[in-house]
């Protein structure tokens, strides 16, 4: 488009091929959403989701491209209200809950995790966990979400073992970890929000995205 001269037909024209491929591009990601959320939301009866400052991601350059193709915020939409028609629920973790620097294993949390660290490797020399980095985090929300309805095995009787992560900016207090994978009190970290949804009597299969 560059080289057709502005005002001539053969730049309109370019700028049509340009808008329909910009239209083919949107209706494909808008279909692949709708089929991923309503597949989520059939198959568990609780989806968890992390709270993730986009704006933050995106001022990345070297991920905005790739974050802003994949359509995140768009997938937090849907999710809710799909989960909710099937009858189910959806969670969000607070954002600052760190799913990627908690051992999913013991609950040590990591000072420091860069995203070129692929491969989770915990910390405590009692535990040395290794997992793959979003698999450590999906547990992590997995757990999160039980505790916050009340599900973990520990819900009777709390079965604490450790001090976890600080909140940047909120109280200095640390708050204590249920092995679990949930948390004892606020003081770190704030409670989850439950968005509307209705689930069963049954134990619901969790899911995470």
């Known amino acids: 488009m560059s080289r057709a001269r502005k005002g001539s037909a053969n730049r309109r024209r370019a700028v049509a091929r340009l808008g329909r491929a910009h239209a083919r591009v949107a209706a494909v990601r808008a279909d692949a959403l709708h089929g991923f959320t309503a597949r989520l939301a059939r198959a568990y009866g609780v989806v968890v989701v992390e709270d993730l400052a986009t704006a933050n991601l995106m001022a990345n350059r070297a991920l905005a491209a790739a974050i802003g193709d994949q ?3 768009e997938l937090a939409r849907q999710l809710p209200y799909k989960t909710a028609r099937s009858g189910g629920q959806c969670i969000v973790a607070d954002r600052w809950f760190a799913s990627s620097k908690t051992c999913s294993a013991c609950g040590a949390v990591r000072p420091k995790l860069t995203l070129a660290e692929r491969t989770y490797r915990c910390d405590n020399d009692a535990c040395g966990h290794v997992a793959d980095r979003d698999a450590n985090a999906a547990a992590n929300l997995a757990a999160w979400g039980e505790h916050t309805l009340g599900l973990c095995p520990c819900a009777q009787s709390p079965c604490v073992t450790q001090v976890g992560d600080r909140h940047p900016g909120g109280p200095s207090a640390e708050s204590v970890r249920h092995a679990c994978g949930g948390w004892v009190s606020a003081a ?6 439950v968005l509307p949804g209705e689930v069963g009597t049954s134990r619901p299969r ?4």
Do not use: E, I, S
């Open 71 to 73: 359509g995140w915020a």
């Open 188 to 193: 770190a970290v704030p409670a989850a929000t």
């Open 206 to 209: 969790f899911g995470v995205a």
